[in-house]
């Protein structure tokens, strides 16, 4: 096998942030496929912080979007996945934020390999509390992100990436 046919490559590759969707669900076997891509994310000591809230209710969309300047891409979601930290379960809160952000990245490959467009939100996390609110949500949880997700209503995303060389910063 030759690194091009890498599928987890290409998917790496290819994936992009999607902030705008079709009018159309998302199967709820795709969003649960992806929650345990999510799931396989590696953590410090296995201990999994990761805790998920999946919204696809008109109410529950609105009341999120108006806590975000990303509204637009909140409501054209078909579904809103709230990724959360369990401080119950955390034993270091840098390397536990760590293993959510693989954990994202897992779920946003694995919608992208269905698919399916998704975009992480992080600017939400100003109002972290508020969702947990909203969501009336134990206490003990912490916002990491939201991912918008739907069927991209156009594959024209670009995105670019700073050349290696200038971020090797020692290579001896
Ligand atoms: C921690 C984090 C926070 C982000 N927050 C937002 C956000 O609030 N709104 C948004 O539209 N995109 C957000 N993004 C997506 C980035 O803008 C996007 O990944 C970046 O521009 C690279 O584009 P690409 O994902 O298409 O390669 C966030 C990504 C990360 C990792």
Same mark, same amino acid.
């Given at each position: 096998?030759?690194?091009?046919?890498?599928?987890?490559?290409?998917?790496?590759?290819?994936?992009?942030?999607?902030?705008?969707?079709?009018?159309?669900?998302?199967?709820?076997?795709?969003?649960?496929?992806?929650?345990?891509?999510? &799931?396989?994310?590696?953590?410090?000591?296995?201990?999994?912080?990761?805790?998920?809230?999946?919204?696809?209710?008109?109410?529950?969309?609105?009341?999120?979007?108006?806590?975000?300047?990303?509204?637009?891409?909140?409501?054209?979601?078909?579904?809103?996945?709230?990724?959360?930290?369990?401080?119950?379960?955390?034993? =270091?809160?840098?390397? =536990? &934020?760590?293993?959510?952000?693989? &954990?994202?990245?897992?779920?946003?490959?694995?919608?992208?390999?269905?698919?399916?467009?998704?975009?992480?939100?992080?600017?939400?996390?100003?109002?972290? =509390?508020?969702?947990?609110?909203?969501?009336?949500?134990?206490?003990?949880?912490?916002?990491?992100?939201?991912?918008?997700?739907?069927?991209?209503?156009?594959?024209?995303?670009?995105?670019?990436?700073?050349?290696?060389?200038?971020?090797?910063?020692? =290579?001896?």
């Amino acid at each position: 096998m030759t690194i091009s046919d890498s599928a987890i490559l290409k998917a790496i590759y290819e994936r992009r942030s999607v902030r705008q969707f079709l009018d159309a669900p998302v199967s709820r076997d795709a969003v649960l496929e992806a929650l345990k891509a999510a &799931c396989w994310a590696p953590s410090g000591l296995n201990n999994q912080p990761w805790r998920f809230a999946i919204v696809q209710d008109s109410a529950n969309k609105e009341a999120l979007a108006a806590l975000t300047r990303y509204s637009a891409t909140l409501k054209s979601a078909a579904v809103l996945v709230v990724v959360l930290l369990d401080r119950e379960a955390s034993y =270091d809160h840098t390397k =536990d &934020c760590q293993a959510v952000g693989a &954990c994202l990245q897992n779920m946003l490959l694995a919608f992208h390999s269905m698919d399916l467009g998704a975009v992480w939100i992080g600017e939400i996390l100003k109002n972290g =509390d508020r969702v947990v609110e909203t969501l009336k949500l134990p206490e003990r949880l912490e916002l990491m992100a939201v991912v918008a997700v739907g069927h991209p209503a156009h594959r024209n995303q670009k995105s670019h990436r700073r050349p290696i060389e200038e971020l090797i910063l020692l =290579d001896k």
